[in-house]
């Protein structure tokens, strides 16, 4: 399996990114990492392996990103505001330099957003935010809200809101989408929730599924046994819905 290790200064970070590409060829995929996860996580609890074959066959070729979530909605010392504006600025980092790599490396192609736990929020997010550039979006075990606090898992903007907050949590601002231009690119996405039935997080999707449909956006919830949010269950995920 074709393995590629990239580094570089980020312009939009002001820091160094690193990010591992797997395959050759097809479908790429934008893989978001778990909660305060990096970029070689996938890799190292066997995901990867389990869709070695549709790699190795050239189906997908997947961009396995880094994540800053400690220096955003995961940084304790810093205000919602703050966590927020370096949120965006992660946005631009994928924006504007891992998305021109996977068109360069394939032209033309429509991606693939996805991503487990807190990588499944940023995977719908951005796939939501800017659905041009994806054909599919798959979120394993995410939240969509942020800001609301369900079970032990704490509101991490401590009560804030703001324009930039709403226009981050999908479960927020997907009812009041209404440019039709924005609908129709939205009502092209594959869009598939996974879930299991105990973990906290499954009126989260359920709410957004069910926001998804008021708004003709065609998605599938999928709904496992037990929790499911950890890795054992994530390598069974990725082989049936990537």
């Keep these: 399996m074709n393995r590629e290790y990239h580094k570089w200064y980020s ?41 070695r074959h549709k790699i190795e066959q050239g189906h997908l070729q ?13 940084c304790d ?16 980092y994928i924006l504007t330099e891992v998305l021109p790599l996977m068109q360069c490396k394939n032209p033309g192609a429509s991606f693939i957003s996805a991503g487990c736990s807190l990588g499944a929020y940023h995977a719908v997010n951005f796939a939501l935010k800017h659905p041009r550039f994806f054909c599919k979006v798959v979120g394993m075990s995410g939240r969509y809200d942020l800001s609301q606090q369900i079970s ?41 929730l996974v879930v299991g039935e105990h973990d906290p ?19 599938m919830l999928s709904v496992w046994h037990e929790e499911a949010h950890r890795p054992y269950y994530w390598r069974k995920m990725v082989r049936l819905y990537l």
């Design 152 to 192: 032990h898992y704490q509101d991490l903007l401590h009560g804030y809101w703001s324009e930039d907050l709403y226009f981050n949590m999908p479960n927020q601002y997907i009812t009041g989408i209404h440019d039709p231009q924005l609908l129709s690119a939205l009502q092209s996405l594959e869009v598939n």
């Design 11 to 51: 312009p939009s970070l002001q820091r160094d990114m690193e990010l591992l590409v797997f395959g050759h060829s097809g479908t790429p995929v934008l893989f978001f990492p778990a909660r305060m996860g990096r970029f070689y996580d996938y890799e190292n609890w066997r995901i990867m392996e389990a869709i």
């Design 201 to 219: 997080f499954l009126g989260s999707n359920h709410y957004l599924s069910n926001a998804l449909h008021n708004k003709g956006i065609r998605n």
């Design 62 to 74: 997947v961009y396995s990103v880094d994540s800053i979530d400690k220096e955003s909605f995961y």
């Design 77 to 92: 010392s810093c205000h919602p505001a703050v966590k927020v504006a370096r949120h965006l600025q992660y946005e631009q």
